[in-house]
């Protein structure tokens, strides 16, 4: 199974983002860059965060780095290139600094490893990976960091592959219930008001800003599109008072941040009218609440949106686990390809390819 074919050509930035780590994100990156070698598909590599580290900085245990092929192009920073095998050619110096140092454009000369730590912002992602396009790369992947699924934002990335694996439980039931939870986050539906707002063809390409002011994180839809602009910077702390602003006239709640476990639980508690509208995020990074709690919510009529999808491609599988554990491999396919029906799934480290 080449995992290429999985991914539309005209998808130029790609995010790899890891359900944990140690969940095999690492391993999905090489198969891409080898798969990527061998049919001569020039690749673009950088990060959010730092990888490519032989030894995990949070958890001390060996792991994978990054093995790059000549013509490759990096974003990546100075300090970064010093620590890495791979000889390089200096493209150009960015203006994106980060704690590991200034975030350089290189051109891989000679086969060998390398650590990535690329701009730490959306903007600055953005920027490094227009770049690389403008050099020649056909594609470009974006390498999550722990626990920062922004990479997979529509602002940043034209689709996504989530990795997972046996490091999320030692109960194998538990670990695919989890996943599907962040599948299902992840594949939060599109927002479409019978209504629209006026601008929401231009929130579709720029996001949340073209729909509120600056000043303003919360927005209740009327029924004629109308935007009613709510004095609270984040819905953060304040689902009681964005509860009782409510009124069976509007259409929708328009949220610019996150949303969390607990201003959900406190609008839910004030007002029933949470089942006649969506909440409506600008892409589903920004949502974080729990697989419990939302299950229950769902049940209870929750309708949650986004103004910009994420387009999954595909969920990798790694049965094994650092920490001594493993599960049966075919067992655990199946399993998560019952529990998540609407990607293909793939075991990354064995033969097995898609159901």
């Avoid at 049919?39 to 990060?47: I, M, P, V, Y």
């Avoid at 997979?152 to 989890?178: F, K, M, Y």
């Avoid at 599988?317 to 793939?346: H, I, K, L, Y």
Wanted: with cysteine; hydrophobic share 40%.
């Amino acid at each position: 199974m080449n995992l290429w074919s999985l991914i539309p050509d005209e998808l130029k930035t790609v995010a790899v983002i890891g359900m944990a780590k140690n969940a095999g994100k690492t391993v999905v990156l090489n198969r891409l860059i080898t798969e990527a070698a061998q049919e001569n598909r020039l690749l673009g590599l950088t990060s959010i965060g730092r990888d490519g580290e032989l030894e995990d900085l949070v958890t001390g245990t060996e792991k994978p780095g990054i093995l790059v092929e000549p013509g490759t192009l990096l974003a990546t920073t100075d300090l970064c290139l010093r620590r890495s095998d791979a000889r390089v050619e200096i493209l150009e110096t960015t203006r994106e600094k980060t704690p590991v140092g200034q975030v350089v454009l290189v051109r891989v000369r000679q086969r060998g490893w390398v650590e990535l730590a690329g701009p730490d912002t959306n903007r600055g992602i953005r920027r490094v990976c227009r770049q690389m396009l403008r050099y020649g790369a056909r594609q470009v992947l974006v390498d999550g960091a722990l626990n920062r699924k922004t990479s997979a934002s529509p602002a940043i990335a034209d689709g996504g592959i989530l990795a997972t694996g046996a490091v999320l439980s030692r109960d194998l039931r538990e670990a695919v219930a989890e996943t599907a939870h962040q599948v299902q986050v992840l594949e939060t539906p599109l927002w479409q008001p019978q209504v629209p707002p006026v601008h929401l063809t231009q929130a579709r390409m720029a996001g949340m800003e073209a729909l509120l002011p600056e000043e303003s994180g919360v927005g209740l839809v009327h029924a004629d599109g109308a935007i009613e602009a709510l004095p609270f910077a984040t819905a953060l702390s304040q689902g009681k008072e964005i509860g009782r602003l409510m009124k069976p006239s509007h259409q929708g709640v328009l949220i610019r941040g996150s949303l969390t476990n607990r201003t959900v639980r406190d609008l839910v508690d004030t007002t029933p009218l949470y089942r006649d509208m969506p909440l409506v995020l600008e892409d589903a990074t920004r949502l974080f609440i729990s697989r419990q709690e939302a299950r229950l919510w769902q049940k209870q009529g929750l309708q949650l949106q986004v103004l910009r999808p994420i387009r999954l491609l595909f969920l990798t599988v790694n049965p094994w686990s650092p920490g001594g554990w493993r599960f049966q491999s075919t067992d655990f396919c199946r399993q998560m390809r019952e529990a998540v029906q609407t990607v293909p799934v793939v075991n990354v480290m064995g033969r097995e390819g898609l159901a």
